[in-house]
């Protein structure tokens, strides 16, 4: 499938961007620049940085650089839609936001609930008011279900909420021979050939931190009518460690029942402890040839610990004539070997 295949931003070479209607015809391309910004994601597009790319001005490129033209980065299998274009200074700038932004602009009216994922986002995306170009892309065959409830919103908001819970990518994947943007989802998985360590080369800034700063494990709510104990009741000595919280402004109602007030002090009680956690991150940067999505492994040199960690973001910056690739991973699962 097209999505295992690594990122185009992380090749070396001469990069190439061509410009597109909004049909999706080709209008020209543009072979130099001030700089590029070009990011691709795993299912996060709303409040992040787009594309942005700088040029020397000219009546030529402000001409083809207009609002809802399509940016393509050769070789990516992301589209960037032109979404302002501004001269300042001879220079021309021009923002974009990945295509996937077009399900923002198709609205879903129903509630949803308990629900397979892929099927059902597919079905949005069919029966949407038609959109030049986009279609429905390859079925990654993702059987997960959504539990929760999706209230009516732009498609794009659904997406994004389904897809993060459940940890799916979803994308618009741009089809340059076909001139069509495919609407798939995917979820690359763990591969256990590819080993990524700094003395590989294709690792770098670990950083491992552990901290009990604000760890608190037993919480006890004084509320005015009542005392409650939250968390690790039974530990004792050095792995007890307890936090009081005042809350003698919370008083039983006439109309609340013994169980409901306590059960009240007890919610709070848990939220305040969700605040204490014992903190333990470990971070790092793969380099290489990887792709958004793809699950990568590290080990912290001298220790037992490891982590597992998805491709969130790749970012690409172009500035004179050289290149830099950057890598954003989400939360890691850390585990010890045993």
């Given amino acids: 499938m097209s999505g295992e295949k690594a990122s185009a931003l992380t090749a070396s070479g001469t990069k190439t961007i061509f410009v597109y209607g909004p049909e999706l015809k080709l209008l020209g391309r543009i072979e130099s620049w001030v700089s590029l910004v070009w990011p691709e994601r795993y299912n996060t597009y709303k409040n992040v940085q787009g594309a942005q790319l700088e040029l020397h001005e000219s009546t030529s490129l402000q001409a083809l650089c207009r609002p809802d033209r399509y940016l393509w980065l050769v070789g990516s299998e992301h589209l960037m839609r032109i979404c302002s274009a501004q001269t300042s200074d001879h220079r021309l700038v021009v923002s974009a936001r990945d295509a996937a932004y077009i399900l923002d602009e198709r609205s879903s009216l129903q509630t949803l609930k308990n629900f397979s994922a892929e099927t059902t986002l597919r079905q949005l995306v069919t029966a949407m008011e038609p959109w030049p170009g986009v279609e429905l892309g390859d079925l990654a065959e993702i059987t997960d279900t959504y539990t929760g409830e999706a209230a009516p919103g732009s498609l794009l908001d659904v997406a994004e909420q389904v897809c993060q819970e459940l940890d799916i990518g979803f994308r618009l994947r741009f089809d340059p021979a ?8 995917y979820r690359p998985l763990l591969d256990r050939n590819a080993r990524y360590a700094p003395q590989y080369g294709n690792l770098t800034d670990l950083t491992y931190t552990e901290s009990t700063a604000d760890y608190k494990n037993v919480v006890i709510v004084v509320g005015g009518d009542a005392t409650v104990t939250v968390g690790a009741e039974s530990a004792a000595g050095i792995a007890r460690r307890e936090l009081v919280v005042d809350a003698a402004s919370r008083t039983r109602s006439s109309s609340q029942t013994q169980s409901d007030y306590l059960e009240s002090l007890k919610a709070l ?9 014992q903190l333990e991150n470990f971070r790092f940067t793969p380099t290489d040839e990887v792709m958004v999505g793809k699950v990568v492994a590290a080990s912290l040199p001298g220790t037992d610990i490891q982590a597992a960690a998805r491709i969130t973001s790749i970012t690409l910056t172009s500035q004179k004539g050289e290149n830099s690739v950057s890598t954003e991973i989400g939360t890691p699962i850390i585990r010890r070997r045993t």
Avoid: C, N
């Fill in 178 to 185: 076909e001139k069509k943007l495919l609407f798939e989802l």
């Fill in 269 to 277: 009680g848990t939220q305040e402890l969700a605040k204490h956690t």
